[in-house]
């Protein structure tokens, strides 16, 4: 395997970040089939990835701010088969 081309230092494992952050990152799997890159990137810096995805937790459930495809392919928010999305500009 060829060495990872990264300015971030990665997780070798889920099994090498903090429990919360790593239940975190399990359920946007969960959900999306992967982890974003940008949380495996701040899983190296816990407060930021907190930061982060509380933001990101907040923005999905501001009112009057429907879900866009990002929110749909980071895994934040569950995708009805109805649902339409905005697609951003």
Known sequence: MS???SRFKLPET???VPSDIRDA????QEKAGFVPNVFLMLAHRPEEFRA?????NRLVTL???PPNSEFYLMGRVPKKPDESVRETP
Do not use: C, N
Request: no cysteine.
């Open 52 to 56: 982060f995805f509380g933001m990101s």
């Open 25 to 28: 990152m399990l359920a946007v």
């Open 3 to 5: 060495a990872a081309i």
């Open 14 to 16: 889920l099994d090498d």
């Open 63 to 65: 009112a009057g701010t």
